[in-house]
């Protein structure tokens, strides 16, 4: 991976942000000038104003002492507001634009990366590179302290000066030899995050009784134990990169005791000046220190944003065609004889589907039937090996990636939660009103449960949801699903973690919350098969169910073409209209 990449992405971050930067370096730097005016107002004071039952010398001090302390606080809440905003809206386009570029990305590109790795770029990666982001403001306190104390040392006394200006360099010597190796400590963690948690993803989607979970959970191990050792290794170059730099600036400040303590005892410095040197150095050591944390962050961030660039550079092998056609408004989503083949064997198909604007369509099917790559295929996250999906009569392999990205949303099985608040999570780097977030939710019935987060909307997640329970998470990603008000809605499986009362709730819901749109949900719960206007049905080998009454063909292949498999009694509407189901992967 290119550093200097990931150092391009950050500054073409920053210059889109420059203005808010600005605006937070400037109060930035009122806030530090005023926090390293209150030693010196302390020394004016003690040298000047307090003296015994001097009330008027007192106040002459107190009073701006306290205006100062007014100023400083002030500063620094615009300092931090406006770096807050300049640091969330920089990750918010980092999702945003991860997740346009993924959506473009043929199955072959998306196959260079691992799902747990793709997750970890858009969501830790992304927290890094917001984190430096809102650090900035803390180099500029870091050099108005150097510009401001050095100058106030030499006014105190020039020995004091010389061990200011000595702590600096000594400081950067200490720091020259840790900045490379960490950052390749860093680059190997990183990549080994990434591989643990594909394995957490193999081992979370393995099939009971096929004998294979052992071996699952040995890779899984292995990673994890490789995921230590360079846990271990980085922290360890951390942790002396931390203790090393700031002793120096701490053994200045001893130093500058005895020389200052000597100065007053001579009568060439006055306690207040030593008062206020001892306040200043302090504030010298508290800046060295944060600024070795910063560089740390930096290199974190470096490697961050070199590995979200590597998603975004990430070349599309099969372009936008020449013949590029976008789909009616109103129309019809269709799969016609539908197959495909992975690992060489054939796990769908052929298959028919439609569905159209107002519809519900259900997809049931025993695991391993093909559901999930059904799904896939309807919002071209993969093409079929044979047969046509299209949307208006317009083959998806012509349709422009961004147009059918919008219009036809897919909703997993296992949604991916950012490690984020409830409405970065709901919008995903996307412009969109409060009051529309809070309707999908409505929706999805999950309102109740933001309403009751400490912060509500604004409410943190955690990595990877760690906060909220599987329907929860599921319930959100539906949501998110939602905002866009996507032509073609496909639901693998959403309601799997929900009670039945829930479900009922959120089925009812979304045939009002967009009447004209198309769902396409797969399920294997009776009351999702009950409210679909028509169910498809797959066997176990990923063909069609056959119809009741037709009798099954005693051999022959896939090849045969589907038969449509009909719903049972109680869920057969508009006239014994009869649906076939497709599945995939584990659903």
Same mark, same amino acid.
Request: proline letters at 6%; a positive charge.
């Given at each position: 991976?290119?550093?200097? @990449?990931?150092?391009?992405?950050?500054?073409?971050?920053?210059?889109?942000?420059?203005?808010?930067?600005?605006?937070?370096?400037?109060?930035?730097?009122?806030?530090? @000038?005023?926090?390293?005016?209150?030693?010196?107002?302390?020394?004016?004071?003690?040298?000047?104003?307090?003296?015994?039952?001097?009330?008027?010398? @007192?106040?002459?001090?107190?009073?701006?002492?306290?205006?100062?302390?007014?100023?400083?606080?002030?500063?620094?809440?615009?300092?931090?507001?406006?770096?807050?905003?300049?640091?969330?809206?920089?990750?918010?386009?980092?999702?945003?634009?991860?997740?346009?570029?993924?959506?473009?990305?043929?199955?072959?590109?998306?196959?260079?990366?691992?799902?747990?790795?793709?997750?970890?770029?858009?969501?830790?990666?992304?927290?890094? %590179?917001?984190?430096?982001?809102?650090?900035?403001?803390?180099?500029?306190?870091?050099?108005?302290?150097?510009?401001?104390?050095?100058?106030?040392?030499?006014?105190?006394?020039?020995?004091?000066?010389?061990?200011?200006?000595?702590?600096?360099?000594?400081?950067?010597?200490?720091?020259?030899?840790?900045?490379?190796?960490?950052?390749?400590?860093?680059?190997?963690?990183?990549?080994?995050?990434?591989?643990?948690?594909?394995?957490?993803?193999?081992?979370?989607?393995?099939?009971?009784?096929?004998?294979?979970?052992?071996?699952?959970?040995?890779? &899984? &191990?292995?990673?994890?134990?490789?995921?230590?050792?360079?846990?271990?290794?980085?922290?360890?170059?951390?942790?002396?990169?931390?203790?090393?730099?700031?002793?120096?600036?701490?053994?200045?400040?001893?130093?500058?005791?005895?020389?200052?303590?000597?100065?007053?005892?001579?009568?060439?410095?006055?306690?207040?000046?030593?008062?206020?040197?001892?306040?200043?150095?302090?504030?010298? @050591?508290?800046?060295?220190?944060?600024?070795?944390?910063?560089?740390?962050?930096?290199?974190?961030?470096?490697?961050?944003?070199?590995?979200?660039?590597?998603?975004?550079?990430?070349? %599309?092998?099969?372009?936008?065609?020449?013949?590029?056609?976008?789909?009616?408004?109103?129309?019809?989503?269709?799969?016609?004889?539908?197959?495909?083949? &992975?690992?060489?064997?054939?796990?769908?198909?052929?298959? /028919?589907?439609?569905?159209?604007?107002?519809?519900?369509?259900?997809?049931?099917?025993?695991?391993?039937?093909?559901?999930?790559?059904?799904?896939?295929?309807?919002?071209?996250?993969?093409?079929?090996?044979?047969?046509?999906?299209?949307?208006?009569?317009?083959?998806?392999?012509?349709?422009?990636?961004?147009?059918?990205?919008?219009?036809?949303?897919?909703?997993?099985?296992?949604?991916?939660?950012?490690?984020?608040?409830?409405?970065?999570?709901?919008?995903?780097?996307?412009?969109?009103?409060?009051?529309?977030?809070?309707?999908?939710?409505? %929706?999805?019935?999950?309102?109740?449960?933001?309403?009751?987060?400490?912060?509500?909307?604004?409410?943190?997640?955690?990595?990877?949801?760690?906060?909220?329970?599987?329907?929860?998470?599921?319930?959100?990603?539906?949501?998110?699903?939602? %905002?866009?008000?996507?032509?073609?809605?496909?639901?693998?499986?959403?309601?799997?973690?929900? /009670?039945?009362?829930?479900?009922?709730?959120?089925?009812?819901?979304?045939?009002?919350?967009?009447?004209?749109?198309?769902?396409?949900?797969?399920?294997?719960?009776?009351?999702?098969?009950?409210?679909?206007?028509?169910?498809?049905?797959?066997?176990? /080998?990923?063909?069609?169910?056959?119809?009741?009454?037709?009798?099954?063909?005693?051999?022959?292949?896939?090849?045969?073409?589907?038969?449509?498999?009909?719903?049972?009694?109680?869920?057969?509407?508009?006239?014994?209209?009869?649906?076939?189901?497709?599945?995939?992967?584990?659903?």
């Amino acid at each position: 991976m290119d550093s200097a @990449t990931g150092s391009r992405l950050l500054r073409s971050r920053l210059l889109e942000r420059r203005g808010e930067l600005a605006l937070g370096g400037m109060a930035t730097v009122v806030q530090q @000038t005023a926090m390293l005016a209150l030693p010196w107002c302390v020394q004016r004071a003690l040298d000047r104003g307090v003296t015994p039952r001097s009330v008027h010398g @007192t106040l002459t001090w107190a009073v701006p002492t306290a205006l100062i302390a007014v100023v400083f606080v002030l500063g620094g809440a615009g300092g931090l507001w406006w770096s807050g905003r300049a640091a969330n809206r920089v990750a918010h386009s980092l999702r945003a634009a991860l997740v346009r570029r993924v959506s473009v990305l043929d199955r072959p590109a998306l196959g260079r990366y691992g799902h747990g790795d793709l997750a970890t770029r858009v969501t830790r990666d992304v927290d890094l %590179v917001r984190l430096w982001v809102q650090n900035l403001s803390i180099w500029v306190r870091i050099v108005v302290t150097i510009v401001i104390v050095l100058p106030a040392f030499a006014l105190l006394a020039w020995p004091l000066l010389v061990v200011g200006v000595v702590t600096i360099p000594l400081v950067a010597l200490a720091n020259a030899y840790f900045p490379a190796r960490f950052d390749t400590a860093n680059e190997k963690l990183s990549s080994a995050f990434a591989t643990r948690a594909d394995a957490v993803e193999e081992a979370s989607a393995a099939v009971r009784g096929l004998g294979g979970e052992s071996a699952l959970v040995r890779r &899984h &191990h292995d990673r994890s134990a490789a995921l230590t050792q360079h846990t271990m290794t980085t922290a360890r170059i951390s942790a002396m990169w931390s203790a090393v730099p700031p002793t120096v600036p701490r053994l200045a400040i001893a130093a500058g005791l005895a020389i200052g303590g000597t100065a007053a005892l001579r009568g060439d410095l006055t306690v207040g000046g030593l008062v206020a040197f001892t306040s200043w150095m302090t504030t010298l @050591t508290l800046a060295v220190t944060v600024a070795v944390d910063l560089l740390s962050a930096q290199g974190q961030a470096r490697v961050a944003a070199g590995r979200i660039a590597e998603i975004l550079d990430t070349a %599309v092998d099969d372009g936008e065609p020449a013949d590029a056609e976008s789909p009616p408004p109103g129309a019809v989503l269709r799969a016609a004889a539908v197959t495909a083949r &992975h690992g060489g064997r054939r796990v769908l198909g052929p298959v /028919d589907l439609s569905v159209g604007p107002g519809e519900l369509v259900a997809v049931t099917g025993p695991t391993g039937s093909g559901k999930s790559t059904l799904a896939r295929l309807l919002c071209r996250l993969e093409d079929p090996e044979t047969g046509t999906v299209s949307l208006g009569g317009v083959d998806l392999r012509r349709a422009p990636r961004l147009e059918l990205a919008r219009r036809v949303g897919l909703v997993p099985q296992r949604p991916l939660i950012l490690a984020g608040t409830v409405a970065d999570n709901l919008r995903v780097g996307r412009d969109i009103e409060l009051g529309e977030l809070r309707a999908a939710c409505e %929706v999805a019935a999950v309102d109740d449960f933001v309403r009751g987060l400490p912060d509500g909307y604004d409410t943190e997640l955690g990595e990877r949801g760690a906060s909220v329970s599987g329907g929860q998470g599921q319930r959100l990603a539906l949501a998110r699903g939602l %905002v866009g008000r996507p032509d073609v809605l496909i639901l693998d499986d959403v309601t799997a973690a929900v /009670d039945a009362a829930t479900e009922a709730t959120i089925l009812r819901r979304l045939r009002a919350w967009s009447p004209e749109s198309a769902l396409v949900v797969i399920s294997h719960r009776p009351s999702v098969l009950a409210a679909a206007d028509r169910v498809l049905r797959l066997t176990a /080998d990923g063909t069609p169910a056959p119809a009741a009454g037709v009798q099954a063909p005693a051999a022959g292949p896939p090849e045969a073409g589907p038969t449509l498999a009909p719903a049972p009694a109680p869920i057969q509407r508009q006239g014994g209209d009869e649906v076939v189901g497709v599945g995939g992967g584990n659903g």
